[in-house]
């Protein structure tokens, strides 16, 4: 597998001349989700499931937009959000194809509602 930016730039083409020269996009600097794959790989077959577990969720997160990443952080801060929102957003996590992401959101709407932290609906 040939190791890619977000633009399909291969990584070898990747270099700090280039950026300085302005020869490369956001796109250039933006990591692919096949390359978080990768490195996931790697991470795991080196017994840190750990952290192929937190690249793999990071290679899901790629399709979001950082704005609607951030908010969904937001959102998940304590009294910030009802059961019908964070429901919301695992759909919207599911639909985008990120379960593990989904998952996460699931565990905290389950802990918030156990600990009295959602807001009120």
Known sequence: MTLKAWSGRPVEEITVERVVAGELAA????????????????AAAHGNPQLAANLRRAAELTALADERLLEIYEALRPGRSTRAGLEAIVA??????????????????????????LAEE
């Open 27 to 42: 796109a250039d600097l933006r990591v692919h989700p096949d390359t978080l794959r990768a490195q996931a790989d790697v």
């Open 92 to 117: 919207e996590l599911e639909a985008e194809g990120a379960p593990m992401t989904a998952a996460i959101v699931r565990e905290a709407l389950v802990g918030g509602e156990e600990r009295g932290l």
